[in-house]
């Protein structure tokens, strides 16, 4: 196993663990210029706030995702550091492979997942 894949591994596991994270992982990939808010994002993603706030700390903590100012108006934007943007395409590939339809109770959930899938050609 070299190193890239060792990378994509332990992203897909950290990322596997919550389906907020999978989903803003989707979310902000397909809209890499989306910035916004918690309560703006839980909109877009249609999760609970709380939800998403978590996961958008461990996502920072990940280095997918940056936090731009502080309290409630604090913004989130799709910023992978140079290492993670090496591996993310493959991370997202896999994480629409392997979850495929347990997105359904999502708005588009599905709909998402098997565009992104067909546009992937994977």
Request: with cysteine; hydrophobic share 45%.
């Amino acid at each position: 196993m070299n190193l890239k894949d060792n990378r994509v591994r332990l992203l897909l596991n950290s990322i596997n663990n919550s389906l907020a994270q999978m989903i803003l992982v989707f979310f902000f990939y397909r809209n890499p210029g989306a910035i916004d808010t918690v309560e703006g994002l839980a909109r877009w993603v249609g999760i609970n706030p709380q939800e998403v706030k978590l996961a958008l700390i461990e996502l920072q903590q990940m280095g997918i995702v940056q936090k731009i100012g502080e309290g409630l108006s604090a913004v989130y934007c799709y910023q992978p550091d140079d290492l993670i943007r090496g591996v993310l395409d493959e991370v997202v590939i896999q994480l629409a492979r392997e979850q495929e339809g347990i997105l359904g109770p999502w708005p588009g959930g599905d709909v998402f997942c098997n565009s992104f899938l067909q546009e992937s050609k994977v």
